[in-house]
């Protein structure tokens, strides 16, 4: 009983701190599901660098495609990362199905909850960086190769990746597992997208950027 409630503890403030950094701390993404879908002022702030890249070809596609593309694996991401919880509110014999029980151990649990708080870390971290002295408004910004923004050009999404095993390791799922396909191609795709927006603004700094610094790791 005390692991559960611990589990769940851990869970809870998790996806808190992510709810935290989203409301607080939010870093505008031309590649996020709300610009591609709904905000067309971007348009002639952005797609005026670019004659035929990635973004622009994505944010000219029919709306429907776009919702299949964009908003359903987005939606299907946010429910999968969070499904975890939802083991405490289903029937035991659901739970018993999809649970790896393999993994259930002292030692597992201890590493979940090393690499959720290094995945908070990382990312919050990444955020404030990015963040210091950076409107992050429209076209304002300055292109971020600094601090840990020099060792990946993605921290961010490196900090929620670990997060998301540290998640999976508190409560090992099948589930969550196979989700992980889907969340990181979603992801990759908007990381494209973002590369494509960066270098039509910053051409040949973006470039050098690009050669020097891997995307991930």
Request: some cysteine.
């Amino acid at each position: 009983m005390f692991e559960l409630n611990f589990v769940f503890f851990i869970l809870v403030v998790t996806y808190l701190s992510i709810l935290f950094e989203i409301v607080v701390l939010p870093v505008p993404s031309v590649a996020s599901t709300y610009q591609l879908l709904f905000v067309n002022k971007v348009d002639a702030g952005v797609l005026k660098f670019e004659k035929d890249g990635l973004l622009r070809k994505t944010r000219q596609l029919p709306l429907l495609l776009k919702l299949g593309m964009l908003l359903i694996p987005t939606v299907l991401s946010v429910l999968n990362f969070v499904f975890p919880i939802s083991v405490f509110f289903i029937p035991l014999e659901w739970v018993d199905m999809i649970i790896i029980h393999e993994l259930k151990s002292t030692f597992v649990l201890i590493t979940a909850v090393l690499f959720i708080l290094a995945g908070r870390i990382i990312a919050i971290g990444s955020v404030i960086n990015i963040r210091n002295k950076n409107t992050q408004q429209d076209d304002s910004f300055d292109l971020k190769t600094s601090g840990i923004f020099g060792f990946s050009r993605n921290p961010i999404l490196i900090g929620m990746y670990i997060c998301y095993w540290g998640i999976f390791l508190l409560v090992p799922n099948w589930i969550t597992l196979l989700g992980f396909i889907l969340y990181s191609v979603n992801m990759h795709f908007r990381i494209l997208l973002e590369e494509d927006f960066l270098r039509s603004m910053f051409g040949d700094k973006f470039d050098k950027y690009f050669d020097n610094t891997r995307r991930y790791i």
